[in-house]
């Protein structure tokens, strides 16, 4: 059993930028694929960013690419969210998950087993 602790969301303007990180215990890091999805009221959850259990492979949005990058810190149990360049519209609760190999890196809510309680970001214009 994986269990997965977010911080870093909070209040910033358009166009500035957060770091999310998400902590990992209870099970071998690399083992998972991580991914971030974000949900706003009255929506889906909605794909953001993964990175493959090696790192190697990484996979965005369209709508957050370019300006979001995920990466992991083995060493640390720890994935990441850069968010730069935010726009009111990333206004979100957002979340990390994991999904156990041999799962592959999917970019849908049922691909990922293990969900955080996840973090606010809000962005003002």
């Known amino acids: 059993q994986v269990q997965l602790v977010e911080s870093g969301g909070g209040l910033v303007q358009a166009g500035g930028s957060l770091r999310l990180s998400c902590v990992a215990s209870?099970?071998?890091?690399?083992?998972?694929?991580m991914g971030w999805f974000r949900q706003v009221p009255e929506k889906e959850r909605e794909f953001v960013a993964a990175?493959?259990?090696?790192?190697?492979?990484?996979n965005y949005a369209d709508s957050v690419k370019g300006r979001f990058t995920i990466s992991r810190d083995d060493a640390k149990n720890t994935v990441y969210l850069q968010m730069n360049s935010l726009k009111p519209e990333d206004t979100a609760v957002y979340s990390c998950?994991?999904?156990?190999?041999?799962?592959?890196?999917?970019?849908?809510?049922?691909?990922?087993?293990?969900w955080g309680q996840g973090t606010q970001v809000t962005v003002s214009s």
């Open positions: 998950s994991a999904a156990e190999r041999p799962r592959g890196m999917g970019r849908t809510p049922r691909d990922y087993r293990y």
């Open positions: 990175v493959s259990w090696s790192g190697g492979t990484t």
């Open positions: 209870g099970g071998t890091f690399t083992s998972y694929h």
